[in-house]
């Protein structure tokens, strides 16, 4: 298992957050996390990534090494990359310079190095900076490279977060809905990219997403979380079916027809 | 002149030997009277200080407005080196430099919990204190001052005068440079950043946003602590608590803003034009004050980024564009 | 590339201006460095500018006009020694004025002893900057080793010996106590009765001067600035300290703000200083009347010294000019020995003022005659009287 999550639980003052999610997650998995609003999808992002420290008597195991209570440096230090909801772009760096920050854990040399400014850093920082833009190309943004992140678009914006996760060659990345706010079609192009990422890099995927239709064809296997607790699990045409599921997203029962047209959106 | 660049990145000393040059041969060609060396001298400290003070506002993004005590920590490290002791200028610049990261440690502290505004209150109370303290102390010759402090000698030459000591105030300004460039330029300098843009998200890439903090304001420190130290020495070798107080402090902030926070050479351009400046206009002392206030205003509302985020977005607005253009084509 | 033209093009501008400031061998430069941070000040900076105006437009000296350099220092070590040097080095003047502040002063003597330009102080008293031996230093005030002498005679013959100490942290009040408290023990062996240093810029002494209430003393010292010597001084009677315990103050009691600000506390605070305005010789009456009718101000002794100054440089300008030559440094120093040569110049100073060849506190420290006052009357209609004046001999209180 790459990811495993043991009684994980929070509570922020009486509200249970998250509450005895056990989660296993074997490599190479694209595995979609979805739940209404408040469910605590984020919550398991910010634990599992050391953002919060969870409550006495969990336990996360990521790459067969206890990561419970680790920092969060520690924990993206191991491997484990992830992005934010809210994107957290460097609004004020270039966009190679976001890119470049990414591959912080990677860089060969070390911090005397640096200020002594030998020679042979700048040779590392120049192959660093090739394999960089060659990921910007990659994900369709080597011609903004000198820009400063805050002059691209959104849908750049969600490109440019995931190459910066890319960017330390995670062994797994978690993704806070990548595709919010973007038009079908910028969607489906982010898909791809995703896609084609994941092959090249060998990567496994964990993604909250409301947009069901992402979900339902990329992942191999769906979590459902509903207020802090694991509802469902299995594969996408199981949860279709899970009348917890529905009840929970929908708040009803829905015939074949409605539910089609639900998900399809 | 692309080649050029590119030899330069190769080699990060040429550049550095080719200035030295240059800023040795300066005095010689232009100047006619004492006093622009020891305007020149000025300089150079000032702009330590300013390269430091990016390192911890510009690219860390921690407000501190107490660095004009760890400043003068290393004023009066030298100065009771030397009162103490009899230490010359060689001694007294690594303790100083030393003893001022120590300090350093202690402003980073507060940065670990406290942002923006509190912190700034914070960093101003620290360097508040140090004044103080050393006001009080007579040890420190509290409100006499330390007076005639030594001036180096080398190879039986002493650089007594404000011409001579040019040339001790001017390599360790290239060295602190040196340094300030080889750091931001770095990954450490992206981690910076980093943690100044979202010390969450740099969390998440891996960057030990604590030890990048404490990293950025004992640097920094270290470099206000030779400023500090060669300040101190500087003919007639004075210092006095009255230099370190917050008008000095705003000084420093308003050559870092004026030249571009952020900036890799924003402290350098804006030490040398607010120190030139600022004595082209010491005979209108009655507006210097209002002059500066209005030029901080300003700066801060038409130019954000100060003259440094200025060239710079012009030569990358030219760049992205001959690269659009000639994909256009 | 037009902004980058018009940015290196402005930038070198400045720097040519930097480079061509050249000097005007023709006329007499006479350079200040002075601190002009308040109305008081800016008003001492007019002073001399008129002084100066006036010298001008009456035929300047031997017919030579007379150049002004007015510089502040804000009472900041750096920019003291970096005025000095550009006077000395960049405006090429032939003699400063200057400074206000002792801590100042003591930097710039080094500047212009290697430059060789003449200094003469109007204010600084601190008698450290005599002791270092130069010989291009002169100074108008009386030395710090006169007053805390004949404060603490003046006191401990008058008043008793038991005497508490309340200082602030600043270098010539804490100076002014700690010799007086020294001279005391030397003379009488008595230690004061209470000692105590307030913090920086501290405001309410109560607790201070409850302290030293308790202990019943002959007099009380407040030493401090203006704002702190007023507030210690009023506090000493809300605090209950009787009548009968002498208040005194040091030289910043001279200054109009405290007698207007502290009104009836001002009431039998002695001094010393180096002019009254109550003095009643008619030079001082007409001294007195020309600067309050021009400035507004009841002129204390940073006026009175200023003056004097103008009036002692005036004519050893004169006999030096007779002797110039057009070289700088043989000009400066016929400047120097002219003002070297001004023996028993009486003026607005309650005593003569005479200097001497050697670099000696001896010869420097010109004005022996401090002068002892009183205010009769507080508030804004303030009255003092003089209480005596002591010439000391040269060497006094080294």
């Given amino acids: 298992m790459l990811l495993k999550t043991n009684k994980l639980m929070k509570a922020f003052g009486g509200l249970k957050a998250i509450n005895k999610v056990d989660f296993e997650l074997p490599a190479n998995e694209i595995r979609g996390i979805i739940g209404p609003n408040g469910s605590g999808k984020s919550t398991f992002f910010n634990l599992v990534s050391g953002v919060y420290e969870p409550d006495p008597g969990s336990y996360i195991e990521f790459d067969g090494k206890d990561i419970t209570n680790e920092p969060p440096h520690k924990v993206g230090e191991l491997g484990l990359a992830r992005t934010f909801q809210l994107l ?29 400014g030998r020679k042979k850093i700048w040779d590392q920082e120049k192959v660093i900076k090739e394999e960089m833009m060659e990921l910007l190309s990659f994900v369709g943004l080597a011609d903004y490279a000198e820009l400063n992140a805050s002059e691209l678009s959104g849908g750049q914006r969600r490109l440019l977060v995931l ?103 | 002149m692309d ?5 330069i990145r190769q080699y990060p000393f040429l550049g550095f030997i080719i200035a030295f040059i240059i800023l040795m041969l300066i005095p010689s060609v232009f100047f006619t009277d004492l006093y622009q060396s020891h305007l020149a001298s000025l300089i150079c400290i000032n702009i330590i200080v300013a390269a430091g003070l990016n390192i911890v506002k510009g690219f860390c993004g921690q407000v501190t407005v107490g660095h004009v005590g760890i400043y003068a920590v290393g004023s009066y490290t030298a100065g009771c080196m030397f009162l103490y002791l009899g230490s010359s200028l060689w001694l007294t610049l690594p303790a100083a430099i030393l003893i001022a990261g120590l300090f350093g440690v202690a402003f980073a502290i507060p940065s670990f919990r406290l942002e923006g505004p509190y912190l700034a209150l914070a960093t101003l109370g ?82 030990n946003v604590k030890k990048h903090k404490m990293l950025a304001f004992v640097l920094s420190a270290m470099f206000a602590g030779g400023a500090g130290a060669v300040y101190a020495h500087l003919p007639p070798g004075y210092i006095h608590p009255n230099n370190y107080t917050v008008i000095e402090m705003v000084t420093f902030l308003a050559m870092v803003v004026f030249g571009g926070l952020g900036h890799i050479w924003g402290g350098i351009i804006g030490a040398i034009i607010i120190t030139i400046v600022y004595d082209l206009t010491r005979p209108l002392y009655e507006y210097q004050l209002f002059i500066f206030g209005l030029t901080i205003v300003f700066t801060i509302l038409f130019m954000p980024k100060g003259i440094g985020g200025f060239i710079d977005k012009y030569f990358i607005d030219r760049r992205f564009k001959t690269k659009t253009g000639a994909m256009s084509k | 590339m ?112 290697k430059a060789k330009v003449p200094q003469i102080i109007p204010h600084s008293t601190s008698s450290k900057i005599t002791l270092q031996g130069s010989e291009w230093i002169f100074r108008v005030p009386v030395s710090s080793r006169f007053y805390k002498i004949v404060q603490a005679k003046f006191t401990a013959e008058n008043a008793g010996t038991k005497i508490a100490h309340i200082y602030v942290p600043d270098q010539a009040s804490m100076d002014f106590s700690k010799s007086m408290i020294a001279y005391v023990k030397d003379e009488y062996g008595v230690d004061p009765v209470y000692e105590a240093q307030a913090g920086e810029k501290e405001t309410d002494f109560r607790s201070y001067l409850l302290k030293a209430k308790a202990t019943n003393p002959d007099a009380l010292v407040c030493s401090g600035l203006v704002d702190e010597t007023v507030r210690c001084l009023v506090q000493s009677y809300e605090v ?83 002797r110039f030559s057009g070289d700088l440094a043989s000009d400066r120093k016929a400047v ?40 009769t009357k507080g508030g804004k209609n303030w009255k003092t009287k003089v209480a005596g004046t002591v010439t000391f001999n040269a060497s006094a209180g080294l």
């Fill in chain 2, 126 to 207: 620290g360097g508040e204190a140090i004044r103080l303290f050393i006001e009080n102390g007579d040890f420190f010759m509290s409100t006499y001052g330390i007076s005639n402090i030594s001036q180096p000698v080398i190879f039986g030459v002493p650089f007594d005068t404000p011409d001579k000591y040019y040339y001790i105030a001017m390599p360790v300004m290239l060295i602190a440079i040196y340094f300030s460039f080889s750091v931001l330029r770095s990954s450490v300098g992206r981690a910076f950043m980093a943690v100044r843009e979202d010390p969450i998200s740099a969390a998440a890439s891996g960057i």
């Fill in chain 3, 240 to 322: 209950g300290i009787p009548k009968s315990v002498a208040r005194v103050a040091n030289s910043v009691a001279s200054k109009v703000e405290v007698p207007t600000n502290a009104g009836k506390a001002a009431v039998g605070v002695s001094y010393a200083a180096a002019f009254a305005a109550s003095d009643t010789r008619p030079i001082a009456k007409k001294f007195v009347k020309h600067i309050k009718s021009r400035y507004g101000v009841v002129p204390g002794h940073d006026f009175s010294q200023m003056e004097d100054l103008l009036t002692m440089l005036k004519p050893a300008l004169e006999k030096a000019e007779k």
């Fill in chain 1, 163 to 265: 190459a910066r996760a890319i960017a330390g060659k995670p062994k797994l990345l978690m993704l806070d809905e990548p595709a919010a706010g973007l038009s079908p079609v910028n969607v489906d192009n982010l898909m791809k990219i995703l896609m084609r990422l994941k092959e090249k890099y060998g990567l496994t995927l964990i993604i909250i997403e409301h947009i069901l239709k992402v979900v339902m064809d990329t992942c191999s296997k769906v979590t459902v979380l509903d207020h802090g607790e694991k509802i469902a699990e299995g594969a996408p045409s199981q949860i279709k079916d899970d009348n917890a599921v529905i009840e929970a997203y929908l708040g009803k029962k829905m015939d074949d027809e409605e539910m089609r047209k639900a998900l399809a959106v």
């Fill in chain 1, 88 to 116: 957290r772009l460097y609004q004020d760096m270039s966009v190679i310079n976001n890119v470049m920050s990414g591959y912080h854990t990677l860089v060969p040399y070390n911090f005397i190095d640096a200020v002594t």
């Fill in chain 3, 336 to 375: 120097r020995d002219s003002i070297a040569g001004i023996t028993n110049f009486t003026g607005l100073a309650s005593g003569p003022i005479s200097f001497c060849a050697a670099g000696t506190p001896e010869c420097r420290d010109g004005n022996r005659t401090p002068v002892m006052i009183e205010y």
């Fill in chain 3, 2 to 113: 037009k902004k980058i033209n018009i940015i290196f093009s402005s930038l070198l501008l400045a720097a040519s201006l930097l480079v061509t400031s050249i000097a005007q061998a023709k006329d007499i430069k006479i350079g200040v460095s002075f601190r002009m941070l308040s109305d008081v000040g800016y008003k001492h900076g007019e002073l001399i500018q008129d002084t100066v105006a006036e010298w001008n437009s009456s035929g300047g000296i031997n017919g030579k006009k007379v150049d002004l350099i007015l510089y502040n220092d804000e009472c900041k070590s750096e920019k003291g020694v970096a005025n000095a040097t550009k006077l000395a080095y960049q405006d090429n003047v032939h003699v400063i004025i200057g400074s206000s502040c002792s801590s100042v002063t003591l930097p710039m003597v080094p500047v212009i002893t």
């Fill in chain 2, 3 to 7: 080649k050029f660049k590119e030899i």
